[in-house]
């Protein structure tokens, strides 16, 4: 952040100010952090909380009185503080709550009971509402009245007296209208909306798509229920991105920081996945075991197996990061799944064709270098290992690109096919489909 | 998207109608979608091209007439023209050009002058500016003429005659001032900024940390030249991800959608990186084969390799993920680096405790199946292949790590640390690791 005048002591912009010392207020204990943030006006103190990580939120939290809590909580925006308070340990977040305003107990029970991910859950209340026969006029008193407390009134919601949603106005379009129409003359009654239960990516994604400022949320019966705006989505996007990529590779998503995580919680986000896999992988020991005198009369192909596994580790896992990421931007949908495969089809077999010839060279190269007395001529292994890498490569990125679609299609995230996971699988099938080669073109 | 209201023909809305559009618009040919556009008025028309695939956009540009195209071009958004200038086949742009207007030329020169990547490369010139004397009620005034014209109205920037930018005025500030207070009495004079030749990433967090609805673009001089709305922030942010995830997965980045890739083009995207990893293979067939009287001793050695290598790679992988994405995010900096180093050894250690384990009874198990005659006991061939993969794991987890902190103190974008790339490394300190504690713990 920058300061191009410099010539007030005294932030005029709150947001920044707040966002800019908690930054600084991230290192300190929970008990200077308490002791500053009591020096703060009510408002500013949930402020710059707002902006703080949220294990440091829990921290401060612990260490105030129930009623400095209750305060804290109602100068706080709704959705950050339905967000805060799930978070809250159990008891305290009950012993908290009659000290608060029976609309501010409402609205947090309100929020707090949508499902984590949907739309719903990230929503806030804090909107402005017009009736649509208001005048311009009349529309722009009650805006410019309730601004303060409305987390944007750049666009307002029209809805019947029963709340249901049935236009938007911007406040551009108020400012450049005649004074005397009448709402419903320039509302927009075609508008972009979400459900409550919506998937929280899908209403970011039409946030992004539709270039909103707020996207409104309507229960089963087209009630307003609630905004996401857009600074959420951004927030929704980066955090959805986070959580696919540590899937994809193994770890299990917690909320936090790096640094905010201690190395006990790192460890036990990654060793999850790693000892399945770990367990998993016993079924390609066994594999090579049973294979075993193939092996041993030319040991030479043992040399070669992490070269197979490797390869196809590589190539599925990149196509599998295609289609996963065509699938998280609403790229593919159910309809394209033949068309991918196909594309994939065609990836593979060129990327076969040119690192299967590369094996072929690296073998013959390699295997020169050996002492073993050999029963068959060096040329014939490198063309097994060539011929085994190239079949492979195919078989592996088509595998890669079907599970994210197989996990599209019985609507489970794509992004739970693990890269590791996957190398795994792909180990195997590699080592099936080397020995067999290898036994067929051999003969041994 | 949906509509809650459907007793109009035409849509009230046009940016919803003209993204709903383009999307059924993709799959036209260039020739009917040409036709089709010029059906429509030429603000529409500028509108829904604006959606289309940049792909699409340009082969339907290579059918236009030249002066079609001029007015195309002068009809879209300052941002989007640009970017799709950028993309014209040169002699096609130059030639477009004369018949454009003066100041829309310039625009178009002036905003692909900054280099790609940069805030200057993604920033748009509609933005509203007033000057610091006037009244409330003469910016509105002001506003209200230039809002069709503007990308946004709800910031308008306060500027010197000579363009210094020295304030913030939002659109909310003006409706809730008295009108004849003075902007400067108002504005607020501590504010974000970026500056032209920033990472636009960088901005484009600026914009997500402090949830502004546009961040605006200052010269070296302090001189305003453009703004990043939030819209781009989100379409920045979510480039950032692809580019991040695909480079990890050592694919190069192009622009363009799963479906609108050939599938030689897909091959060409993924092939570099595979084809120097093959080569660079190399090194671990090499090391193989020096270690071979060894290997040829107690083959069954050879059948642990892949459980070895596979773990490095997961391990390593997954270390590199989780500092890769905290330095996106900007959660670590280079004041870091040792703590985080600190924190991967911890963790590396108790997963090398586990996987360590759990490699000593897989092993025991897989190898008293084996029909070999070993000169040495079962057991100590189980210790031997625990002990190495414990080494490994706290290895690759240290130099998956490293590698993208390295990268970001030598200012390169540490997702080019590939996992593939890694897996290749950790492939060769594995094999390393095992045959040296191999050849220590078993004379051999």
Known sequence: MGKLSKNKAQSSNPGIQAATLADNLNNLSPKELGDYLFNLSPQDRADVFSYLDLNTQISVALLLKRRDLA??????????????????????????????????????????????????????????????????????????????????????????SGRHLIGLVSLKDLITSRSTRRIEEIMKDEFVFSSVDEDREDAARKIQKYDLLALPVVDSLGVLVGIITHDDALDIVTQEHTEDLERFMAIRHERGTYLGTTAGEHF??????????????????????????????????????PMITDS????????????????????????????????????????????????????????????????????????????????????ATLIGASLPLLAHRLKVDPAVIASPALTTVVDITGLFIYINTAKLLLSV
Not at 272 to 299: D, N, Q, R
Not at 342 to 359: D, H, N, Y
Request: net charge neutral; charged share 20%.
């Open 71 to 160: 305060k804290l909580l109602s100068c706080m925006s709704s959705d950050d503080r339905a967000n805060f308070y799930k978070s809250l340990p159990e008891d305290l977040g009950e012993e908290v709550l009659p000290a608060l305003a029976q609309a501010e107990r409402e609205d947090i029970r309100r929020l707090i009971s949508y499902k984590e991910g949907t739309a719903g859950s990230v929503m806030t209340s804090e909107y402005a509402t017009l009736s649509c026969d208001l005048t311009v006029e009349e529309a722009l008193i009650k805006l410019r009245r309730e601004a303060p407390d409305k987390e944007t009134i750049y666009c307002a919601y029209v809805v019947t």
């Open 312 to 395: 196809g580790g590589n190539t599925g896992s990149q196509a599998a990061t295609m289609v996963i990421r065509a699938l998280a931007l609403r790229e593919i949908d159910s309809s394209h799944y033949l068309k991918v495969l196909l594309t994939e089809f065609k990836v593979g077999l060129r990327l076969a064709l040119i690192l299967g010839s590369l094996a072929l060279l690296k073998v013959y190269f390699l295997a020169s270098l050996s002492n073993q007395v050999l029963p068959v001529p060096i040329l014939q292994i490198a063309v097994v290992v060539s011929i085994a890498l190239g079949i492979q490569v195919i078989t």
């Open 268 to 305: 036990r986000k990654r060793i999850g996945w790693l000892v399945s896999l770990a367990i998993f992988g016993l079924a390609s020991g066994y594999i090579i075991h049973t294979f075993e005198s193939t092996l041993i009369a030319i040991v030479l192909l043992t040399f070669y197996i």
